[in-house]
């Protein structure tokens, strides 16, 4: 790091000590003139959060709002990833659509609610040999059933999550009593 670009701030002696708000400003304004973040973290030296936190708080109007960063609801992740799963629009079709920076997001998002799906049922291939065909079609199609069931009531429970503001499905880890 240049000595000049320190001159005028007052340098933090330790970690605990704050940032010269004079810096804080000239690194945020540096950061909005083209300075990628991961570069001006190195720079100097700066937390993980830190340079995101003084963004948010002395980033300029113009700043805020050419943010691309958009976040989605489960309802709408839950629609594209439906979407895509039907065959209605390829990956690249709903990156497209939906304004998504990168393909990683949404196969993040398919991965993340095809282990959301429920085990309806574990039936070995020797079992379902054994099996007539009538029946055979007749648990196709309970499966079937079942299978867009578990999309309904996952659906209802993000519509009423996003419109009641509140954790309905029961988080992994949590204490039970």
Excluded at 1 to 10: A, F, G, I, P, R
Excluded at 93 to 105: D, G, L, R, V
Excluded at 107 to 114: G, H
Excluded at 140 to 157: F, G, H, Q, Y
Aim: proline letters at 1%; a positive charge.
């Amino acid at each position: 790091m240049e000595t000049s670009k320190q001159e005028n701030y007052v340098l933090r002696s330790n970690q605990q000590e704050r940032y010269d708000k004079r810096l804080i400003l000239k690194i945020v304004k540096e950061v909005e003139a083209g300075l990628l973040r991961k570069e001006a973290k190195q720079i100097y030296k700066l937390g993980k959060s830190s340079l995101d936190i003084w963004m948010k708080r002395y980033g300029s109007e113009h700043y805020h709002q050419n943010l691309k960063r958009r976040s989605y609801t489960k309802l709408q992740k839950r629609t594209i990833v439906t979407a895509i799963e039907q065959g209605r629009m390829t990956i690249k079709e709903a990156q497209t659509a939906y304004n998504i920076k990168t393909e990683k997001t949404i196969r993040d998002w398919l991965l993340c609610f095809k282990e959301e799906k429920v085990d309806i049922c574990i039936v070995t291939q020797p079992r379902m040999a054994n099996i007539k065909p009538s029946d055979k079609q007749a648990l196709e199609k309970a499966l079937l059933e079942a299978e867009l069931k578990i999309k309904a009531l996952n659906t209802m429970i993000d519509v009423a999550e996003e419109q009641l503001k509140i954790d309905i499905r029961k988080k992994s880890g949590a204490k039970q009593s």
